[in-house]
């Protein structure tokens, strides 16, 4: 193993602005709870360090010191923090009632907004506090009168408009479960998830925006519907504008506006602190998607954390996050209503051809605080030419990034086209735990390709192949200390056996992600990739990202994947797939380029055996580069044992890869491959 840093160690790109940190919530925090609940070791607000090492020695008093400063409100009072500190299992404020719901919305002014709603056209319109609030109580009535009630599922095909916002509060202030898939997902692979709910209500789109098209999934609609027997009624949202058919719909249906526009008062449910909220799925590129299941009182603390004190949100500010409705990331978009600070909402694609800067032109209007997006976004951005800036950016303090590495390049194109004084925050986390397990805070430095450090209350290390925690080297993500958002369970995994396998079964006690990553000697994390993707070159293990990162810098390239595959003779194969830039031929020249910039960037072990050019790379619906399946497609494993390609964003790909496979064990085994077909 190599570090990623000869000592000393390098000067942060980016430091915090003295002023802004001491005024900032998380430091405000870190005063109230030296001075209300001891915390130990706290001398200087701003110190991060500090703050996260009590966050993580004193897990009961971190937390209880969350409930405390946010004034979580309980109908009946917890008996203790942590009952039971182990993993799988653990045990968070019993005896403590509350809901989700209610503490979204009672940080709402009444008159002022709590979403705005836009669009790729540029469009956009207001929700306030009182008016969604009427719109909660409103669906309520209509899904307890749908025969909905504690613990049913109410599940949603919709695009990332206020309508999932407004249903998903209903459905938590009943006490009921929700779940969520945007309308891109084929009916099949949407029952794939839904089915296994078995749902009360299913509420959907007649179509939703994307790329200047509108796509009209009233039919799609028609087909999931038939897919859930257990369905008591649909809820018809007229989003498009282009109207239901009358025949052919299975079951009760409502139309949208007359389940939203009902004149009610909300009343809603308290529920035991670690109750369902929802469920969240997996990629389902293996077999059926895995159903996450979260708490109310997990995600309530979780992400008044995140959003409150690492994002610094509150009253006043606006969160721009583009986000599908099936990637975790919009389920804390909608947290934002936590703090009391306006969410935006989005339909379409975030960069338009028409009008590819089309998001910072919004951001600019309705002085956006926080912009988040992916590292694909941003590189896309500095590709086509944008300059961000130019749209007046002042009110934004901070660009969050996550869904994949973002690479060093990044962070020079965010200071130098969208502004020099904005805080560049590089996020990971996932899906499991609907939140970070790495980031930045307003107190803490910046360092390109770097995450700043762990997230409070997290518990994070890298792992060697002992199980030792190890500095400036390669390891495993692991934490060892328990969350209050860890899943409660998996959906029909009655023993847990799953839950277990997936999370614990190479550290017992310990969460192991499945991510590579370093913790540097400066305290910042840098992560590699999927280590199950990881290479293993002459027993040289290298990380995926760190090749993509350098690859992806080049302007003749849009995207790349490599993949390393141990061959039947015991040779291994390390292919890079690439992308070229529109107008862009992959010839020697810029072959030579590609490996020229892996042999200095990383190193010469890093060069691939071969550079092919490809036409697309396949992702999950969240974006998610598919580095396993590739790579097991193109070992000839059959594509039904390898992934499901309705999971996948472009199907046809994965016949590609498989034909790719194909031909190459054609070329190297001619009369086996000729002899066994």
């Not at 959907?204 to 039919?219: I, M, P, Q």
Request: aromatic share 8%; with cysteine; proline share 8%.
């Amino acid at each position: 193993m190599t570090t990623p840093h000869p000592t000393p160690y390098p000067e942060p790109f980016q430091s915090p602005d003295p002023k802004t940190a001491a005024g900032c919530r998380i430091a405000d925090f870190a005063r109230w709870a030296a001075s209300h609940r001891g915390a130990e070791g706290i001398q200087d607000p701003t110190d991060y360090e500090a703050l996260h090492h009590w966050s993580v020695t004193d897990l009961e008093g971190f937390w209880a010191a969350v409930w405390e400063y946010f004034d979580v409100d309980a109908t009946t009072p917890y008996e203790r923090v942590l009952a039971e500190e182990t993993m799988p299992g653990a045990r968070w404020f019993p005896g403590a009632n509350l809901n989700y719901a209610h503490h979204a919305l009672r940080n709402l002014h009444p008159d002022a907004p709590a979403i705005t709603a836009l669009d790729e056209t540029g469009a956009g319109y207001e929700i306030t506090g009182r008016q969604l609030r009427a719109g909660v109580a409103s669906v309520a009535a209509t899904l307890r009168d749908l025969g909905v009630g504690q613990g049913d599922r109410v599940v949603g095909y919709l695009p990332n408009t206020p309508h999932a916002v407004i249903v998903f509060l209903a459905t938590a202030s009943l006490g009921a479960v929700w779940s969520v898939c945007g309308q891109d997902y084929a009916p099949r692979a949407a029952a794939d998830r839904f089915a296994q709910l078995e749902p009360t209500v299913l509420i959907t789109a007649d179509g939703y925006l994307f790329n200047g098209t509108r796509h009209d999934r009233r039919a799609a609609s028609l087909d999931l519907a038939a897919a859930l027997p257990t369905l008591k009624a649909t809820v018809l949202v007229d989003h498009l504008g282009i109207g239901w058919p009358e025949t052919r719909h299975p079951g009760l249906t409502v139309p949208w506006d007359d389940a939203a526009t009902r004149t009610e008062y909300l009343t809603v449910t308290p529920v035991p602190f670690d109750h369902p909220l929802w469920i969240v799925f997996s990629s389902g590129t293996t077999g059926l998607p895995k159903g996450i299941v979260h708490g109310h009182g997990g995600v309530l603390l979780e992400h008044l954390k995140i959003l409150g004190l690492h994002c610094d949100l509150g009253v006043g500010d606006r969160l721009l996050w583009y986000t599908t409705t099936h990637w975790m990331m919009w389920n804390l978009v909608v947290s934002t209503l936590l703090t009391g600070a306006t969410t935006c909402t989005y339909d379409g694609s975030p960069a338009p051809v028409a009008r590819p800067d089309v998001l910072w032109e919004l951001a600019a209007r309705h002085k956006v605080t926080v912009f988040g997006t992916s590292p694909q976004y941003l590189l896309a951005m500095a590709k086509l030419g944008v300059e961000p800036s130019a749209h007046g950016l002042s009110a934004i303090r901070a660009v969050g990034s996550t869904g994949s590495a973002l690479p060093a390049s990044a962070y020079t194109w965010v200071r130098d086209h969208v502004g020099a004084g904005i805080q560049l925050a590089s996020t990971s986390g996932g899906t499991d735990v609907v939140s970070a397990f790495a980031g930045s805070a307003p107190t803490t430095p910046v360092w390109a390709g770097e995450l700043s450090a762990p997230n409070l209350g997290v518990a994070l290390a890298a792992y060697d192949d002992t199980g030792r925690p190890v500095v400036d080297q390669v390891g495993e993500l692991v934490v060892t200390r328990p969350m209050p958002s860890m899943p409660l369970y998996f959906w029909n995994d009655p023993d847990g056996s799953r839950y277990r396998d997936a999370y614990f079964g190479a550290y017992p006690g310990v969460w192991r992600h499945g991510d590579w990553i370093t913790v540097t000697g400066h305290g910042s994390v840098i992560v590699h990739g999927r280590s199950d993707a990881t290479l293993n070159r002459n027993g040289v293990r290298l990380g995926s990202a760190d090749i993509h990162d350098l690859v992806e810098r080049l302007p003749e390239i849009t995207e790349a994947l490599v993949i390393g595959a141990e061959e039947p003779d015991g040779g291994y194969w390390m292919p890079l797939f690439v992308v070229p830039a529109p107008g862009v031929a992959l010839d020697d020249v810029l072959r030579e380029k590609i490996r020229a910039a892996i042999r200095t960037g990383a190193s010469p072990r890093h060069v691939p055996d071969e550079i092919i050019a490809v036409p697309a790379v396949p992702h999950t619906k969240t974006g998610k580069k598919l580095e396993v399946p590739v790579k097991h497609l193109l070992q000839g494993a059959p594509v039904e044992q390898v992934l499901n390609p309705s999971a996948v964003d472009n199907p046809d790909l994965v016949a590609y890869f498989a034909g790719l496979g194909a031909e190459r064990r054609q070329a190297l085994h001619p009369h086996t491959v000729q002899d066994a077909s």
